[in-house]
């Protein structure tokens, strides 16, 4: 499903503009990910895809399950790349997803008078 799919992605923030590449992501992780008791190398790669932000500034990774990407936050959180702190965490739209707000108004909106 579609909500399934984005629970296996996680973004990756805060990465050096022009000098990390999608392939220097996978080399990051793969190691990483091969350890995770969660990946199922029956299922094929742990990593299905990395999408790089024309900025290159931050990216999108998918993983082969959603546990391997909960697991991932914790250990990616705050590790350092080209002397940056990467910022690792759900998408902003999963949150969206896993958190529904009151009639579905951003959460800005619901937090009563000002």
Do not use: W
């Not at 990483?32 to 932000?53: F, K, N, Q, W």
């Not at 896993?98 to 009563?112: K, M, S, V």
């Amino acid at each position: 499903s579609v909500q399934q799919n984005r629970l296996r992605e996680l973004y990756f923030g805060n990465l050096k503009a022009h000098s990390v590449t999608e392939a220097m992501i996978t080399d990051l992780l793969l190691p990483v990910c091969l350890e995770l008791p969660d990946y199922v190398p029956e299922m094929g790669a742990p990593i299905s895809r990395v999408t790089m932000a024309s900025s290159g500034m931050y990216c999108f990774v998918q993983f082969q399950n959603a546990e391997m990407a909960t697991a991932l936050i914790d250990i990616l959180d705050e590790t350092e790349l080209f002397g940056r702190r990467l910022r690792v965490g759900r998408p902003a739209h999963v949150e969206r997803l896993a958190a529904p707000t009151q009639a579905g108004l951003p959460p800005l909106l619901t937090a009563g008078p000002a």
